[in-house]
């Protein structure tokens, strides 16, 4: 198989000039060798054809393994102009290709850099041979410009991916509102998390694994009954509405209006913060 132009211009990013390229090391050949001498293999996409030969190398060497991510891309066609994509990538999606070795990242002497790239592709017109394919062959991907890198030297780095304002305890359904992923992405991501024994378990909720942050301990029923209406609240508005009418005979048209007035006042935080604050200072006035 031919090695493609976006592979080979990475590797002269990780060995420049005269620096160690296709190096022949027992039974396979490495992509690099660094100037310390640490072997640098740089891995597109599939990350469990790879993973035999990491657990190999690793018995005896230090591995840096470098994956590619386009943040940024363009698309052209023959000698036309080119156009951009509409899709763009995040860091995160390095976990879709970690979930086929989740624990070997946590390896001794295994480290990973996610670049994320500006890269254009080349792409030739052809008929579907079946259902669902794509209209189109890729030529060649090229990279523009590595416009960042994300450098994780342990397990615990990978732990980025829960932003900040995550409460301790959440499905995968409430990290992907949270961080405004993919729910797939989400559970591709707790999963590697998990394998790696960097979140807690909390068990079932419903039809989704509870999560805790480390430390986070055990879930109590309330901690369940909170990441519940929480999720609910912010995904599936009748669905949480119903759950307030159980839950609360008695008042759950004053909780849902008190939940409906900070969704008003958080959309209006959103769109005009001035007008939000202008609109407060007045309500003090009055109350003083």
């Known amino acids: 198989m031919s090695e493609s132009l976006l592979h080979r211009q990475l590797k002269e990013r990780y060995a420049p000039g005269d620096g160690i390229r296709e190096q022949a090391l027992d039974q396979y050949r490495i992509d690099a060798v660094e100037a310390g001498g640490r072997l640098v293999e740089i891995q597109t996409a599939n990350f469990g054809a790879i993973a035999p030969k990491l657990r190999r190398l690793l018995k005896k060497h230090s591995v840096l393994l470098v994956h590619p991510i386009c943040v940024r891309r363009w698309i052209r066609k023959g000698e036309g102009p080119r156009r951009k994509s509409p899709l763009a990538g995040r860091w995160e999606q390095v976990f879709a290709e970690l979930v086929h070795m989740p624990t070997l990242i946590g390896e001794s002497g295994l480290e990973l850099d996610v670049l994320l790239t500006e890269e254009e592709e080349l792409r030739e017109d052809r008929p579907p041979r079946r259902r669902r ?8 991907r090229s990279l523009c410009e590595v416009q960042s890198v994300y450098r994780f030297r342990t397990p615990q780095d990978l732990l980025l991916a829960l932003p900040e304002g995550l409460p301790p305890w959440f499905t995968s359904r409430g990290l992907s509102q949270a961080a405004g992923m993919d729910e797939d992405l989400s559970r591709q991501v707790l999963y590697t998390l998990r394998a790696l024994e960097l979140v ?23 901690d369940k009954l909170r990441v519940e209406l929480r999720e609910l609240r912010r ?14 005979p008695e008042d759950w048209q004053r909780r849902l209006q008190h939940e409906e007035a900070i969704e008003e006042l958080s959309d209006l935080l959103r769109e005009d913060p001035a007008l939000l604050l202008d609109c407060l200072r007045r309500a003090r006035r009055k109350s003083g």
């Open 133 to 140: 394919a794509k209209p189109h062959k890729v030529l060649e």
């Open 200 to 222: 807690e378990d909390g068990g079932k909720l419903g039809g989704h694994i509870l999560y805790g942050r480390p430390g986070a301990g055990s879930p109590s029923p309330e």
């Open 235 to 248: 995904g599936d508005w009748l669905r949480y509405r119903r759950k307030l009418e159980k839950l609360f």
